[in-house]
């Protein structure tokens, strides 16, 4: 076969080819195009210091979920006392703070180690002990109770640890004008969270003092019971606070008000106002912005 035959037929066969691609692509059906796969991003995250009590109580695992999944975020949890819980703040280690100790929240932002501090829930505080009350001290007068239990010198467990509780049991035993004593032998620092010390107390069938949450949360292993509850002193009210980003750069401090704006918002007091209702018939918490 001479040259120019040859380039006539490798002329024709790529013109064929050519017609066949252009066919097979032209009959392809609408919409049948293998798609191209979207990752979905790497969440955020958002570092939450948060008093025990919320944690314990169980509050956190059924109020934090709608939000990591509507801002794919993820929330990671510090359970603290309110002290350290704020220590963390100021070190600027988390974002955001969940915490029940309005005098060391007022000194927090003070110092200018907060932004946006807002009460958005409440419970109470009750002094729980044993069922038969060897102390006699059932009624609503906490300042009365402990003067009893001091005077009586019967065993106290106390938190020791600096967190709101903590707190609260110290302006109680202000107001009775007593200061305890840990080596009295009847008044027990334990230095751990609310859930612990509850243990202790009722391992040792002594009396402490609990936010209402916990010890309805703990209830069911404990044959101690509430003895004091009512006292204006016993007042419980939660406040989250966002880290200030000036201080600390690293502070997610527009995802840290997203979630304020949630817990604050009808969604997030929805869930505070119905949570324990099923389990315990009371909830535990209340809310304070939307009621």
């Known amino acids: 076969m001479d040259s120019k035959k040859l380039i006539k037929l490798l002329i024709l066969s790529i013109t064929v080819l050519a017609v066949m691609v252009s066919i097979s692509g032209c009959t392809t059906p609408e919409g049948t195009a293998t798609p191209t796969a979207t990752a979905t991003p790497e ?5 939450l ?6 944690y314990d109580s169980g509050l956190l695992s059924v109020l934090l979920p709608p939000f990591e999944e509507a801002n794919n975020v993820k929330i990671e949890i510090l359970s603290k006392g309110s002290g350290e819980a704020m220590k963390l703040g100021e070190a600027g280690d988390v974002d955001v703070l969940m915490v029940h100790s309005p005098a060391a929240e007022k000194a927090f932002m003070d ?5 946006n501090r807002t009460g958005f829930m409440h419970n109470d505080f009750v002094i729980i002990g044993p069922k038969d009350d060897p102390a006699g001290i059932k009624g609503d007068n906490a300042t009365f109770a402990f003067t009893t239990l001091a005077e009586k010198k019967i065993e106290f467990i106390s938190r020791g640890d600096n967190s709101g509780t903590n ?15 840990p080596k009295s032998g009847w008044y027990v620092e334990t230095g751990l969270g609310m859930a612990d010390t509850l243990r202790m107390a ?5 009396y402490t003092l609990s936010d209402r949450s916990t010890y309805l949360a703990k209830q069911g292993n404990m044959t101690l019971a509430i003895l004091v509850e009512g006292d204006s002193l016993l007042a ?19 995802l840290a008000k997203k979630f304020m704006d949630y817990v604050c918002g009808a969604e997030g007091q929805g869930i505070i106002k119905e949570y324990g209702k099923p389990k315990y018939g009371q909830p535990l918490f209340f809310p304070d912005i939307i009621k």
Not at 49 to 54: G, K, W
Not at 111 to 115: E, F, I, K, M, Q
Not at 202 to 206: D, V
Request: net charge neutral; charged share 20%.
């Open 43 to 47: 969440p955020q995250t958002l570092r």
């Open 49 to 54: 210091a948060t008093t025990t009590s919320t």
């Open 111 to 115: 110092a200018g180690y907060g932004w």
């Open 167 to 181: 707190a609260k049991e110290k302006t109680i035993w202000s107001a009775a004008g007593i200061t305890p004593d």
């Open 202 to 206: 009722e391992e040792k069938q002594a």
């Open 236 to 254: 419980n009210p939660y406040s989250v606070i966002a880290v200030n980003q000036t201080l600390h750069p690293n502070a997610k401090y527009d």
